[in-house]
């Protein structure tokens, strides 16, 4: 398991074209579950070691945070494979949903960075709410690089048009639920008020 | 190709020893980062003052969120004692008054204290009657303009109900052993000699009350008795009566404590942190605040027949 941990997160983050053909000889679910443990615990200890100062709340609250980033890691990157599939698949008409779906797991891994910058963050200073997004921003950005590549290799189509499309799969992905949130709200208050 | 290998478990193994030190830093160093002074004044080995917070009505028992407990303030101002360390104290006061024993209760430890630690009162919009007879106790005070301060006097009241029970041919059947058991009674009219012992009590505890302010303030009886009589006072106008000291607030409060203490710069200021638990124990608080958080207050405040407060803060 250990080798095909490293094997599978080489790939990803230091030779993603090769990732595809690879996949069969490698492929692990328990290795990726691993990746989601790790960036899990990181992103929510990270969030609470970059809001100081800490109390008891803060110790009860990393197990119900990491639960809750435990669910978006495994959830998000199965949502956005899907969406990538969908989209990147009408160029070549071949589903490769498995495979984008393996990377994205692996690929969120580079968020289990959170909890090492949160610290130099907050050795130089940088604290609070807005210093947890930034990270978070600077984060995210490489995770959509890191997947456009892998998904370019994968499709095998320009890096731009993947980036794109994971781009806008992220916007729908965060999006929908507070549009559908608003369309069951104003429905809702619509019955309501008639 | 194994050089990034051994590049990525080095990461990986770093990784996991940042989660430890993570939950290390976090469970055994808690407030270790915070710059803010808003630390638990409990914290050992800090020269500094501490805040004191008297909203509300004062009563006897714990504290609630929107009234004052004689016991909790109590307890504190036990535990400063206990820390020579904590050299001041800054009580922000926003309080209409209260219960007599409780006011009293508060004054006399704060008069204690106060030789050894210095005390520095910062009033915000009330700090009347029971409030102000707490701030007697301070080395100096401070108001804002409009501050509503004074009213030293003393107050009971007792609802007649008797026209209404007429009116409704209802009698109260009252069986007692001693003439003046049930003195203040709702149900009929006070006699003559009734009204005297009431009056005889508030006559007393008035007294205390100017005696108490002559103390703690130490002007004379007269200029206190001028500004007594139950008058309120803005800021400014109380400042004329020499209830208060000067125009202020907290800033003004510390610094005037770190030139009492003679502390070099601006003496460190701790106050009881507020944690994310004690804020939805506060939303709740707010939200049933007539029901829940005010019981306790209310229950201490009806046991009591004389009270050191305002009577327009009367909300039975």
New interface residues.
């Given amino acids: 398991m250990k080798s095909f941990l490293l094997n599978n997160l080489y790939l990803v983050f230091f030779n993603p074209t090769e990732f595809p053909y690879f996949y069969e000889e490698y492929k692990s679910r328990s290795s990726e579950f691993l990746v989601s443990i790790l960036t899990s615990i990181s992103v929510s200890i990270g969030s609470i070691y970059i809001n100081p100062p800490y109390n008891s709340f803060s110790e009860i609250l990393i197990f119900p945070l990491f639960i809750l980033h435990l669910f978006f890691v495994t959830i998000f990157p199965a949502l956005l494979s899907y969406l990538i599939d969908y989209k990147l698949r009408e160029e070549n008409l071949s589903g490769e949903i498995l495979k984008m779906k393996s990377y994205t797991r692996y690929s969120v891994g580079i968020m289990s960075f959170f909890l090492p910058i949160s610290f130099i963050f907050t050795m130089i200073g940088l604290k609070g709410t807005l210093s947890f997004f930034i990270i978070l921003f600077f984060l995210f950005t490489l995770f959509l690089i890191i997947t456009s590549l892998g998904s370019s290799a994968i499709y095998k189509v320009k890096v731009s048009k993947s980036f794109s499309c994971i781009a806008n799969s992220c916007i729908t992905i965060f999006f929908l639920p507070i549009f559908l949130f608003f369309f069951y709200l104003t429905t809702l208050l619509g019955i309501i008020i008639k | 190709?194994e050089r990034?290998?051994v590049t990525?478990?080095f990461i990986?193994l770093?990784?996991?020893a940042?989660?430890f030190?993570?939950?290390f830093?976090?469970?055994s160093?808690?407030?270790?980062?915070?710059?803010?002074q808003?630390?638990k004044f409990s914290k050992d080995g800090l020269v500094g003052v501490v805040v004191i917070k008297i909203e509300g009505e004062i009563h006897s028992g714990k504290s609630t969120y929107s009234s004052t407990g004689a016991d909790t303030v109590l307890s504190k101002l036990r535990e400063i004692e206990s820390k020579p360390e904590i050299k001041g104290i800054l009580l922000e006061i926003n309080s209409p008054g209260g219960t007599v024993g409780a006011s009293q209760e508060i004054f006399e430890e704060l008069m204690y204290l106060r030789k050894d630690k210095k005390i520095v009162v910062s009033m915000k919009d009330l700090a009347a009657s029971g409030g102000y007879y707490i701030a007697a106790a301070a080395d100096y005070i401070y108001a804002q303009h409009g501050t509503i301060t004074g009213s030293i006097g003393v107050i009971t009241m007792s609802p007649n109900l008797s026209g209404l029970l007429e009116k409704a041919n209802i009698k109260m059947n009252v069986y007692k052993a001693g003439k003046y058991k049930d003195i203040l009674s709702m149900f009929r009219e006070h006699t003559k000699e009734e009204v005297l012992i009431i009056d005889s009590l508030l006559d007393d505890t008035y007294k205390r009350f100017i005696k108490d302010i002559v103390r703690g303030r130490n002007i004379s009886k007269e200029k206190v008795e001028f500004a007594a009589e139950g008058k309120i006072f803005s800021g400014e106008n109380a400042i004329k009566h020499h209830l208060v000291d000067a125009i202020g607030g907290r800033r003004e409060a510390q610094k005037k404590l770190s030139e009492l203490l003679e502390y070099d710069g601006l003496i460190p200021i701790y106050e009881d942190?507020e944690?994310?638990?004690d804020r939805i124990i506060q939303m709740l608080g707010a939200k049933f605040s007539m029901v829940a958080t005010s019981l306790p207050m209310h229950t201490e405040i009806y046991k009591a027949p004389v009270l050191l407060l305002m009577p327009s803060s009367l909300r039975f």
């Fill in positions: 190709m990034n290998k990525l478990l990986l770093a990784l996991i940042s989660v030190v993570g939950i830093t976090i469970v160093q808690p407030n270790s980062h915070s710059r803010s808003k630390q942190e944690t994310p638990f």
